[in-house]
């Protein structure tokens, strides 16, 4: 591995580093069979995890000095929204070379119910001058040399969303330790890093905030001192549940000839989806589409293939109501964020 | 990678295949500072699906010839016990050379509070001439060309003890899909492989099962053609929870100097802990244990440290009640299997 300027890309364009797993036994993707499900189960949804799970006894939240317990949020006005989050690292190690870091292939995504209280009320005497409002996690480590709590900031229109939540439950049931327990922030159609989990305060700046997480990391890059573009909204993705059954050590899969109704979900952070598309032996056919939902949740689609015996690379790509659509050939950037290459799913049918 | 008779080796000894990366993506451990939890709560808990969550509607249980509906057996009496489950190829990457499979670390474990009916009643018609109960899930795949719903058997003794449960509910919640809802099989005290998911019947034979995943797969071999032993029970083994802060990448700890308690988990499978001890800067030293809970339930301990600055390997080590105990160097075995060696935690003191 050799480390230049903030990033770190892998010397080897294979093999995969004792690190990398490391954080991969840890922080865990959705396995694509989960497709399947309209919300995720606990225990499903991808979870990232820079440090540890901290320990929130004795919490509360710091709102621009102003202390909340738990049960006054729970007494506030609650909403509920489906929401997909996917990491903004999903796809990295699909990249070549591969930059080294949670080392993500198709599966860091999951869309939960959540229940919270939205933000906004909160913010009533921000000051007049706040440029970015700053969300303070308890998670704490140090990240290329720099000790920090885990800290995200958004513009000040952006945290006024009407559904930005402070979110206690996930699918009905308070939130789980490793999703964030007590509270996170929920920012709709925005990638991960954005969503604050153990969330300890809310404070206002005056200027961009330029802490670690917001300056340096979640950033597209090219160059070494290239400062970049942050990472904000998800781009449009498209999944599918790859079908029949696997072997066990390859994931390859197997599948009867005749007809296969292939399946899966697709979102955009930008505009809601508007088209999906499944190429089948070389031909993209568009999927149908399943009922709009909440306007960040994925949605499903299906789209029936008549599987002849032998080896296919089935791919799919999802098109937004903006136009945005996937690539076909994966772009690089040293961070190997916001990754939407159409997903390839190789599929042997058998007679 | 090379295949030589039943088991994979890696080639290379330090980097891991995106084979690997791909089921640690799918499969997760529990990340370690959940140590700290007596019960795991969901989605904490390790997980190892061989094949895909299978689709579990309309389903019932064929036991001896006779369905049972989940409604039926939820009528019968119900038993909680609350039992350690550690994958039987946990530690399996650290080995040298490493056998190619899941690739796991240390956190292949978990310790939930399983809830479902007793299964000696129901095999109250078993013919008197059988040896092996044998139990099949609905998950199905290849492994090592051999297609299979995931099978394994118990010899009748183990599979009448009053304590092996059909299981319907973990933590007080249903069983999530990722755990086999909506039934699991529960044996305390041996590896994981032996709690069937998605349990779909219950059968006897007159005969040693000889299904891939007890003739083959899940054994101590040494040579390419040795038939091994079988994996059971869980040797003992102990877990730190790596105190202080950690790098993101690099996962290594900070320790601020001066006194840390360090505490952690420990369980066997063969009989109850007897002891744990951490070696401090060369010196083992017996560490305090927590009350005892449920028989295979693990037990907490914990052990101060007079930290001091600078570069520090703590390691730890059971033992059980028949004498066994932990390794310092590791034992290797073709596939992988019930590596206990004492777990090795690099900690930062700063001064």
Redesign the interface.
């Known amino acids: 591995m050799t480390t230049i300027g903030q990033s770190?890309i892998a010397a080897?364009d294979?093999?995969?580093?004792?690190?990398?797993?490391?954080?991969?036994?840890?922080?865990?993707?959705m396995?694509l069979?989960?497709l399947?499900?309209d919300v995720t189960?606990?225990?499903?949804?991808y979870?990232l995890?820079?440090?540890?799970?901290p320990?929130t006894a004795d919490w509360s939240l710091d709102v621009l000095g102003r202390k909340w317990t738990l049960d006054e949020l729970r007494a506030l006005p609650a909403v509920t929204e489906q929401v997909t989050l996917e990491c903004a690292g999903n796809g990295r190690?699909k990249l070549h070379p591969r930059p080294?870091?949670q080392?993500?292939?198709d599966?860091a995504v999951g869309c939960a119910a959540w229940t919270g209280t939205p933000l906004a009320p909160l913010l009533a005497d921000l000051p007049p001058d706040a440029v970015d409002v700053v969300f303070t996690g308890l998670d704490?480590?140090?990240?290329?040399g720099v000790e920090q709590d885990y800290q995200r900031a958004l513009p000040v229109a952006e945290a006024l969303r009407p559904d930005v939540l402070l979110a206690y439950e996930m699918n009905g049931q308070p939130l789980?330790?490793?999703?964030g327990a007590p509270l996170r922030l929920v920012v709709p159609g925005w990638y991960g890093m954005t969503h604050v989990k153990w969330l300890g305060s809310i404070t206002a700046l005056d200027r961009p905030f330029d802490g670690f997480q917001q300056a340096v990391a979640y950033r597209i890059t090219h160059e070494p001192d290239d400062e970049g573009t942050p990472v904000t909204r998800m781009l449009p993705k498209a999944l599918m549940a790859p079908p029949g059954?696997?072997?066990?050590?390859?994931?390859q899969r197997?599948v009867d000839a005749g007809r296969v109704v292939l399946t899966g979900r697709a979102w955009s952070g930008h505009a809601p989806v508007a088209k999906v598309e499944v190429e089948l032996d070389g031909t993209w056919v568009e999927a149908e589409l399943g009922p709009a939902g909440d306007r960040y949740a994925w949605r499903r689609w299906e789209c029936a293939w008549d599987a002849t015996p032998g080896e296919h690379v089935l791919r799919v790509r999802a098109t937004d109501a903006d136009g945005l659509t996937q690539p076909l050939d994966q772009p690089w950037n040293r961070q190997g964020m916001a990754n939407n290459t159409a997903q390839r799913v190789p599929v042997t049918v058998r007679p």
């Open positions: 770190r080897d294979e093999d995969i580093s004792v690190e990398e797993l490391r954080l991969a036994a840890r922080n865990h993707g396995p069979e989960a399947r499900y189960p606990a225990g499903l949804h979870l995890i820079h440090y540890d799970i320990d190690a080294v870091s080392p993500w292939l599966e704490h480590g140090l990240d290329r789980l330790p490793q999703h059954f696997p072997d066990f050590m390859t994931r197997f």
